[in-house]
């Protein structure tokens, strides 16, 4: 089976503008988590999906958004970003959501 | 706050010798303790996890030791190599609840192995 994949490896964006992220999971998996990884904070759960709905959400403002599709491809958005949203974004897929996490290589975002 | 508490916080082995990261947890609903590993520009890879309902599980070199009654669990590296050297993160998560699909990490462990 493919692993979790995540586009764009890369970003590099500017204070106020938007960006979207996209995480194809593997196949059969229902469920995507979105984490935030930094050296600071460490990993922080951001929000998880299952099967097109949210089910929780971390502690995040409503800049950072997300939606899953019906073929269980995941996307978040961060709108009006800020320096401080310079991070590792991780998503990771689970065939229901309480059994192993398995997580994509990340993309790797830049705020100028 | 912190749901899971890691320590230490960076740890250097000599090859061939045995490298030792402990977790704490509070939360009762948890009921899956994963582990992983993470190299550098990569995203974290899953080691080994277990069930509050045993006390160990070895896999190769790996071994998770969990202590209910304490809520602690820890993670065995046998005959460490320059390899392994990466970070580990402890993790725990709920299987019902509110929370289900969220996994509480600990802050990490840098470990360096010396050939």
């Known amino acids: 089976k493919a692993g979790v994949t995540q586009t764009p490896r890369y970003l590099i964006k500017t204070r106020g503008q938007q960006v979207t992220l996209s995480c194809s999971p593997i196949s059969g998996h229902r469920s995507v988590s979105w984490y935030q990884q930094t050296p600071g904070q460490g990993l922080q759960f951001l929000f998880e999906?299952?099967?097109?709905?949210?089910?929780n959400k971390g502690n995040f403002p409503g800049r950072f958004s997300g939606r899953q599709f019906s073929n269980s491809r995941s996307e978040m958005n961060v709108s009006t970003l800020e320096l401080g949203d310079s991070a590792l974004y991780l998503c990771?897929?689970?065939?229901?959501?309480?059994?192993?996490?398995?997580f994509g290589p990340g993309t790797r975002l830049t705020v100028l | 706050q912190q749901q899971v508490k890691q320590s230490p916080q960076s740890l250097i082995v000599q090859k061939g010798g045995i490298s030792i990261i402990n977790c704490a947890y509070e939360?009762?609903?948890?009921?899956?303790f994963p582990w992983y590993q993470q190299f550098p520009g990569k995203g974290p890879a899953l080691l080994i996890a277990i069930r509050p309902d045993v006390s160990e599980k070895k896999e190769g070199r790996f071994t998770i030791s969990f202590n209910k009654s304490a809520k602690q669990f820890s993670l065995h590296i046998m005959d460490s190599q320059p390899g392994d050297s990466a970070t580990y993160f402890c993790a725990a998560t709920p299987g019902w609840g509110s929370t289900l699909g969220r996994l509480y990490f600990g802050r990490g462990t840098q470990l360096t192995v010396w050939p």
């Open positions: 939360n009762t609903a948890f009921d899956y």
């Open positions: 990771a897929s689970s065939p229901r959501g309480f059994e192993e996490q398995f």
């Open positions: 999906y299952f099967s097109e709905t949210q089910r």
